[in-house]
Nanobody, 132 residues
């Protein structure tokens, strides 16, 4: 069992930066693929970024590439999302998520890391609001 607690959201202005954090508890949490998703009001949940364990690879949604950076500290079981150049359309509830290791690999695994139904555990969400 893995529990996730995400934090770091807030109200910022367009162009500002914000860093989200997620603490994972559980013996093997640091071996999981971790991801960030977001859900704006009235919209479906959207993939933001993901980071695998070994080898460490990162994936990003098209709307955040070049602005957001996902990272993890395995020793501390923590996941981060550095968000720069924030825009009003980044406003959403952001969720961290954990995906237990699977036997899948290659393109199948990559696709799964970008889908919310590919994750097993979820944080409670943290609100990010970007004003214009």
């Amino acid at each position: 069992q893995v529990q996730l607690v995400d934090s770091g959201g807030g109200l910022v202005q367009a162009g500002d930066s914000l860093r989200l954090s997620c603490i994972a508890s559980g013996r093997t949490a640091n071996t999981y693929t971790m991801g960030w998703f977001r859900q704006a009001s009235g919209k479906e949940r959207e993939f933001v970024a993901a980071i695998t364990w070994i080898p460490t690879k990162t994936y990003y949604g098209d709307s955040v590439k070049g602005r957001f950076t996902i990272s993890r500290d395995n020793a501390k079981n923590q996941l981060y999302l550095q968000m720069n150049s924030l825009r009003p359309d980044d406003t959403a509830v952001y969720y961290c998520a954990a995906r237990a290791p699977r036997l899948s690999s290659g393109a199948t695994e990559i696709q799964a890391t970008m889908r919310d139904d590919g994750y097993d555990y979820w944080g409670q969400g943290t609100q990010v609001t970007v004003s214009s």
